[in-house]
């Protein structure tokens, strides 16, 4: 029975990675495939496609599109959520419940509900759809997991090295230029690199709050529409990359971080 339990693990861990993991290596190898359409076995390879979408206009422009919304979406979250953590660090008791619930309650919302509602928000406010609706949308989406990574962050730390930089005559802004804010520099930096990533794969959002110009997800969704072909593989495998370097980043900046303070995780 031990035998049995020893083999049995690791093989369903194994089985649990390569039904995570041979769908993408399909999508990596299809955008190789030297034909227009989809399908196996691959009889013959080729680069073009992914030379091809290296050089696409409409991707290029749809990729920065992306990026842009991303990088604005993500500083409105940070300017919003960031003094919001501290509020909630403020209170106690049922204040504080209600305070994380009503902060929380969007990031469980369904999207679809979310897009609908926000773009009748926006439409209130007299916005046009575009890319700064696009940006609105994706914040109020991304504000609560600031909140609740920068919330974490300050639940651990010491309230005494604040009291103890005031008792040295520091005031409230150089406590916190110099004190907080580096203390809470791995939760920010795990919220920008969260809220932008989360930002740049928000399709529901885009779709309803999009006016002419496309974001990538928006784009992939209306070539899929015309057919599947090698291209949006190699696009989507592209993209894929791009998304693990910046992750494996995160984590070697936030681990090189730890060690630098003394910290090990």
Do not use: C
């Amino acid at each position: 029975m031990m035998r049995l339990r020893n083999f049995a693990l690791p093989a369903i861990f194994w089985l649990f990675v390569a039904y995570l993991f041979i769908p993408i290596i399909v999508m990596a190898a299809m955008g190789f495939r030297d034909s227009n359409f989809v399908a196996f076995p691959i009889q013959s390879w080729t680069t073009r496609w992914y030379q091809s979408v290296l050089f696409d206009k409409d991707i290029a422009q749809s990729l920065w599109l992306s990026l842009k919304v991303a990088v604005v979406s993500t500083l409105i979250a940070l300017a919003v959520g960031l003094p919001s953590a501290f509020l909630v660090a403020r209170t106690t008791g049922i204040v504080r419940a209600a305070l994380v619930a009503i902060i929380v309650l969007p990031a469980f919302l369904p999207v679809i509900v979310s897009a609908i509602a926000l773009r009748m928000f926006i439409g209130q406010l007299g916005l046009e759809t575009g890319p700064t609706a696009i940006a609105i949308g994706h914040a109020a989406s991304t504000i609560p997991f600031v909140v609740l990574m920068v919330l974490t962050r300050l639940n651990a730390m010491n309230p005494n090295i604040a009291d103890a930089a005031r008792n040295l005559g520091a005031d409230d802004v150089i406590i916190f230029t110099r004190i907080i804010l580096p203390y809470l520099a791995p939760a920010l930096f795990g919220a920008v690199m969260f809220g932008m990533l989360l930002s740049f794969e928000d399709f529901v959002r885009s779709f309803f709050l999009g006016g002419f110009e496309q974001t990538f997800p928006v784009l992939l969704f209306s070539k899929l529409r015309f057919g599947l072909d090698p291209g949006l593989a190699a696009i989507s495998t592209l993209v894929l990359l791009a998304s693990t370097a910046i992750g494996l980043y995160a984590d070697h900046f936030l681990r090189r971080r730890r060690m630098k303070n003394g910290i090990t995780s």
